[in-house]
């Protein structure tokens, strides 16, 4: 087989590249080590980007998220007897959207068949070859079959725990690991907010966010090592009631349909290009959830990557050769402002900390240049 991209990996980063490719003019092939069902089920991100949602608009994927995303102006932020609302469209003139990376992964999937794209899924043995100067990617397909991909150029879109990172030699990582999880879960109840709120308490973090009308999505600081059968649906309600809760307000309750520990942590992994191959997405890095930016930026490196490729394809390589520092730039403020707002919310250190956290809270909520800063980096900035 020939292509002009292999693309490893077939979640939002590998899919969307494909699809802006494909506008383009250019083919690909996904190689995908699950089933197309297991990608699209897994539950992760929620929220969307102003510039996400124009991207996607822009691009033939908006009817649904249209009729179905649920817009928010801001989000409320939190601590005992305290909770503020940022308003996102007064404060820097964006918004961001409540859409679920199961539903973008969904209308992505649904582009692919009607364009009629390849894809491979429940791949094995994925390898790359000769990435610097003809490269190819062998894998085993769903059949047994021995298989191999000839490509001007392959991108690794393969996440965390894929292969492609490992072809880039020498590379150079920067790593975090935070000394907390989160708890997710998820619940077919209507949401008891208007918009996400994000509390600081003294017993750790906690989160309300949602996914429709009728479900909703909550996250509780533990620890890393959390045994998840200690966390009756009891118990659950019993913590997210006491950390959520403000004078007036109630929590309504509804039936878990699942539950699962998150690890955090920040990693980033430069260089992002080497030679043909080039990385996008959680192949190059990782950042904690607390500031709602993996996705998005896993999508910001690919709506980059794509305008490069094709302008390559083209004849013009100064695109592709900026890629890794330009992609970089924006992948380092993510980095810092996820592992800012993770570091304000989260329980962790000492008395003293706890006190810095509520002053940086009450900071945030009452000057207008703090709130706009996490506002513009929250809303995201422009891609
Ligand atoms: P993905 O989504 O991990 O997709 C990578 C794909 O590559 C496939 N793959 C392979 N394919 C072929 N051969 C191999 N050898 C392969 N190895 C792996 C995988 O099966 C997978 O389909 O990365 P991508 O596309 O870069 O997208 C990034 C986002 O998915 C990610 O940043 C976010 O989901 C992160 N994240 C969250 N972000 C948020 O903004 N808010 C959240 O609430 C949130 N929750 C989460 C998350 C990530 C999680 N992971 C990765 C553990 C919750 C979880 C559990
Ligand atoms: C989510 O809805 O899953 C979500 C929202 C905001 C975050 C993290 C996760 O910061």
């Given at each position: 087989m020939r292509t002009q991209v292999a693309i490893v990996g077939a979640g939002p980063a590998g899919l969307l590249l494909s699809h802006l490719l494909g506008l383009e003019g250019i083919d690909s092939v996904l190689l995908e080590r699950q089933t197309a069902e297991y990608v699209q089920a897994r539950i992760r991100a929620g929220i969307l980007e102003a510039g996400t949602v124009e991207l996607l608009r822009n691009t033939g994927l908006g009817d649904r998220l249209d009729a179905e995303g649920m817009e928010h102006r801001g989000i409320h932020l939190q601590w005992p007897e305290n909770r503020h609302h940022l308003d996102f469209v007064d404060l820097i003139g964006r918004s961001v959207t409540v859409y679920g990376q199961t539903e973008v992964t969904k209308d992505l999937m649904a582009a692919r068949e009607k364009a009629g794209r390849p894809a491979f899924y429940s791949v094995s043995d994925v390898t790359l070859h000769d990435v610097t100067e003809q490269p190819s990617v062998s894998f085993v397909d769903a059949d047994g079959r021995a298989q191999r991909i000839d490509a001007?150029?392959?991108?690794?879109?393969?996440?965390?725990?894929?292969?492609?990172?490992?072809?880039?030699?020498?590379?150079?990582?920067?790593?975090?690991?935070?000394?907390?999880?989160?708890?997710?879960?998820?619940?077919?109840?209507?949401?008891?907010?208007?918009?996400?709120?994000?509390?600081?308490?003294?017993?750790?973090?906690?989160?309300?966010?949602?996914?429709?009308?009728?479900?909703?999505?909550?996250y509780l600081q533990v620890t890393p090592d959390e045994d998840i059968a200690q966390w009756s649906d009891d118990r659950i309600w019993t913590a997210l009631s006491a950390r959520l809760g403000v004078a007036g307000w109630t929590l309504e309750t509804g039936p878990i349909t699942e539950k699962s520990v998150l690890p955090m942590r920040s990693f980033v992994s430069t260089p992002m290009r080497h030679g043909n191959l080039y990385l996008a997405g959680d192949a190059a890095h990782i950042v904690p959830p607390t500031g709602a930016k993996g996705l998005n930026l896993a999508v910001a490196d690919v709506a980059l990557l794509a305008t490069a490729l094709t302008a390559s394809f083209r004849g013009d390589d100064s695109l592709v050769d900026a890629y890794s520092e330009t992609a970089l730039r924006r992948v380092w403020r993510c980095t810092h402002f996820s592992w800012w707002m993770t570091s304000m919310l989260h329980r962790h250190g000492d008395d003293f900390d706890a006190q810095l956290q509520l002053s940086q809270l009450r900071r945030t909520v009452t000057s207008e240049p703090a709130a706009r800063e996490l506002a513009d980096n929250y809303a995201g900035l422009p891609l």
């Open positions: 001007d150029v392959v991108v690794g879109c393969d996440g965390f725990h894929g292969p492609s990172r490992t072809s880039v030699p020498s590379p150079q990582v920067w790593e975090r690991t935070y000394p907390f999880a989160w708890l997710g879960v998820l619940a077919d109840v209507a949401p008891s907010t208007d918009e996400l709120i994000y509390a600081w308490h003294p017993d750790g973090f906690a989160m309300h966010s949602m996914r429709s009308p009728r479900v909703s999505r909550f």
